[in-house]
């Protein structure tokens, strides 16, 4: 004569809607978990588990770190354009001061640096 031993492990369970205390198998519950696919109290009330499983939550932080990525290349990617914004102005200014420019009111003089400091001090102590 075989003998067959069998041992499974059951959890037990009560409907949230009528109360009645049941056995579950936990692979049942298990599978459940991770499905989230409708399952029944012996009484008829239809059960389900709604909350996430483990693989749902890492799945979710992967996509928010995802977008967190890239809202910070998108945010580095604008910063290098404003750079580049200001880089362009100021290496503009830096010309137009070379070739004689006031940068204040804009007329042309042989010797700037002493219209600078004669005519706006204030500019010289703003760049300081």
Not at 1 to 12: C, F, K, Q, R
Not at 36 to 58: D, I, L
């Amino acid at each position: 004569m075989t003998a067959l031993s069998v041992v499974e492990a059951y959890s037990i369970v009560h409907c949230g809607e009528c109360g009645v205390p049941f056995a579950l198998n936990d692979d049942f519950i298990r599978e459940r978990r991770r499905d989230h696919r409708t399952w029944y109290c012996p009484n008829g009330h239809s059960r389900y588990y709604p909350e996430k499983n483990e693989t749902e939550v890492a799945k979710a932080a992967v996509a928010r770190l995802e977008r967190q990525l890239a809202n910070r290349d998108e945010d580095l990617r604008a910063a290098k354009a404003a750079h580049a914004v200001t880089k362009g102005k100021l290496t503009k200014t830096r010309n137009r001061i070379a070739k004689g420019v006031c940068p204040c009111c804009n007329r042309s003089f042989a010797n700037l640096g002493q219209h600078m400091a004669n005519k706006h001090p204030e500019f010289a102590e703003a760049s300081k």
